[in-house]
């Protein structure tokens, strides 16, 4: 580092002598050593803005990544997430379900589990009601609850996304 500053007070040495001599090297020496302070000033300045500018941007970049992760992506993920329970009447069955002589209550859990819907029934006498049926592949959820409607005279009553199955059907409403 010495050698480094003894050659730049050389170079400005020869650089600020005045070509007639008016410059001696006693007076030239003490303006070299205020432009080399100078510069080194700058030096130091350049680098501690360097090194601010490096913080600054490992700040902002930790900050982003703070906000991504706390704000962002949750957001992003509810609104990646269903909105509603999917609607049981769009559903198909996979395969046929077929039911002999089968409590009601047994046929609505496998419903509820086969749909994913909610589907509860409101009459204690109606869940020991013994059904036997069979179900296609494709039916729907609207189609079956429509047969055991006709079948076993029940009324069926939506509410919402929850479905409650009662006694009585269409022959007890008139």
Excluded: C
Aim: hydrophobic letters at 40%.
């Amino acid at each position: 580092m010495d050698t480094m500053k003894d050659d730049n007070l050389t170079l400005l040495a020869h650089t600020t002598r005045s070509p007639r001599g008016r410059y001696s090297k006693e007076n030239t020496w003490p303006l070299l050593a205020r432009r080399l302070r100078a510069q080194m000033s700058r030096e130091r300045w350049s680098r501690l803005r360097r090194a601010a500018a490096s913080v600054a941007v490992v700040l902002v970049f930790v900050l982003g990544w703070a906000m991504y992760t706390t704000l962002i992506r949750p957001a992003i993920e509810k609104a990646d997430a269903p909105l509603e329970a999917p609607i049981p009447e769009e559903r198909h069955l996979r395969e046929a379900m077929t039911f002999s002589q089968v409590p009601l209550q047994q046929i609505v859990e496998e419903l509820n589990q086969t749909f994913a819907s909610d589907i509860s029934i409101a009459d204690e006498e109606l869940k020991d009601l013994h059904i036997t049926a069979t179900f296609r592949a494709d039916e729907t959820l609207d189609g079956i609850l429509d047969l055991l409607q006709r079948v076993a005279n029940l009324k069926i009553e939506r509410q919402e996304s929850h479905i409650i199955i009662k006694k009585g059907g269409a022959a007890d409403e008139g």
